[in-house]
């Protein structure tokens, strides 16, 4: 079974910086996607960032030239690097995972989820 395991949350002040974590194991397939998506309280799960094993990236546009997302040589573990984070940033943050031949972009195209970790920005 494919598992995800998020790290790298927790609070700090707007302007500064945080690095999420997202390891994955159990993988079948040597082309999928990961993404990073968020969801703040009352407020539907969005997508903040994908990559595919492909090479390509996508950003929402809230976070473009802000969040850097990226995958190691393995390519079992994925990063969402963010910079410049403002108050709106706040929510859980997730990694999700699935076969497919490009990144969706909804939280339904995504059948494999981590546990979530809290960024609270103030």
């Known amino acids: 079974d494919v598992q995800l395991v998020e790290s790298g949350g927790g609070s700090v002040q707007a302007g500064g910086s945080l690095r999420l974590s997202c390891a994955g194991s159990?993988?079948?397939?040597?082309?999928?996607?990961m993404g990073w998506f968020r969801q703040a309280p009352g407020q539907e799960r969005e997508v903040v960032a994908s990559i595919h094993t492909g090479g390509s990236t996508y950003y929402a546009d809230s976070v473009k030239g802000r969040f850097t997302i990226a995958q190691d040589n393995s390519k079992s573990t994925m990063y969402l690097q963010m910079n410049s984070l403002k108050p709106e940033d706040t929510a859980m943050y997730y990694c999700?995972?699935?076969?497919?031949?490009?990144?969706?972009?909804?939280?339904?195209?995504?059948?494999?989820w981590g546990q979530g970790t809290q960024v609270t920005v103030s």
């Open positions: 159990g993988y079948a397939y040597s082309r999928y996607c």
């Open positions: 999700a995972t699935d076969v497919r031949s490009y990144c969706g972009r909804w939280a339904y195209e995504y059948r494999y």
